[in-house]
């Protein structure tokens, strides 16, 4: 059975930074497709950055140069590193992998921002 097991989110004032992490459980490796999405009260569930099948990386406008996404050799993990957070990043925050060609998701975590 295929897991995804988010941690990290949490509330944190307007500038701050949180950091997000993503396990696959049982140490099963992804392809390699991991990523980040968010879905805010009232709006659809949106991409916020993602490594791809060829090992690229996709960030959405708004998150570009404030967040970095990472993953381990093994891809079993993805991080995303948020800084400069935003009252608009506040969120429920979703991991996304692809494994044994099936796409997964975690359960989500919520990243509150106070101004």
């Known amino acids: 059975q295929v897991q995804l097991v988010e941690s990290g989110g949490g509330l944190v004032q307007a500038g701050g930074s949180l950091r997000l992490t993503c396990t696959i459980s049982g140490r099963i490796a992804s392809s390699g497709v991991m990523g980040w999405y968010r879905q805010a009260p009232g709006k659809q569930r949106e991409l916020v950055a993602t490594?791809?099948?060829?090992?690229?990386?996709i960030y959405a406008d708004s998150v570009k140069e404030r967040f970095t996404i990472s993953r381990d050799i093994a891809k079993t993990r993805v991080v995303l590193q948020m800084n400069s957070l935003r009252p608009e990043d506040t969120a429920v925050y979703y991991c996304?992998?692809?494994?044994?060609?099936?796409?997964?998701w975690g359960q989500g975590t919520q990243v509150t921002v106070s101004s």
């Open positions: 490594f791809t099948d060829r090992d690229r990386t």
């Open positions: 996304k992998a692809l494994v044994r060609g099936a796409f997964y």
